[in-house]
């Protein structure tokens, strides 16, 4: 320090302060860094505004974990969902498929995979969903658990208060689904196919 003065010297830094500042700035971002390695912040983007299909014969996995939060579009519009984490998913086959409007008309956006050329999968499945249609089989289901204390898919959970739900191995025959996201970890899409053409066949 520069004598009689009691700050630091010119060109110099002052350890001990720079570190308190910064500290709080390396804390958020180790825990962000470790919230995505999880899995959480998955579904954290603006979406589009436009919906799409999900559908699939049949879903298995370890675990499921839901909560209901609100998705939104670069607008600022909400669109209220049921988040679906889904641990080790296993589809017997899956579609996607989407309307989109162009200056040719309507196309549809369509992605295909499975069925005959083998299962698909993904690890850490998470489908933000306005519904969800099909047969289910759950396994040690909790219905109504705190968002915050889901355990079940590593990552997924919601606020504190919050309305949640969770179970052990599932099976769901006959999915179908209208969601805003879907976001996977190792996803295997064996067979896939992508279309788009003008007023084409949707997955449902």
């Not at 009689?4 to 002052?14: C, D, F, I, Q």
């Not at 699939?56 to 519009?77: I, P």
């Not at 959970?157 to 309305?163: R, S």
Request: with cysteine.
């Amino acid at each position: 320090m520069s004598k009689g003065t009691g700050r630091p010297a010119e060109g110099r830094v002052n350890w001990k302060k720079t570190a308190a500042v910064a500290m709080p700035a390396v804390v958020a971002v180790g825990a962000m860094a470790m919230v995505m390695a999880q899995g959480a912040l998955a579904a954290s983007f603006a979406v589009s505004g436009t919906s799409f299909q999900v559908s699939s014969s049949k879903l298995t996995s370890k675990g499921l974990a839901s909560y209901v939060q609100t998705d939104r579009s670069v607008d600022g519009k909400g669109h209220p969902v049921a988040l679906l984490g889904i641990g080790e998913a296993t589809l017997s086959d899956i579609c996607q498929a989407a309307e989109v409007g162009t200056p040719l008309g309507t196309v549809v956006f369509k992605l295909t995979a499975g069925g005959p050329a083998g299962q698909v999968t993904a690890s850490k499945l998470v489908i933000d969903g306005e519904d969800l249609d099909g047969d289910a089989t759950f396994g040690t289901a909790q219905i109504g658990r705190d968002a915050s204390t889901l355990d079940q898919v590593g990552g997924v959970k919601g606020e504190p208060g919050k309305f949640g739900l969770q179970a052990g191995d599932i099976e769901v025959v006959g999915v179908k689904s209208h969601a805003w996201s879907a976001t996977g970890g190792n996803f295997k899409l064996k067979g896939m196919k992508l279309n788009v053409s003008l007023d084409g066949k949707k997955c449902f």
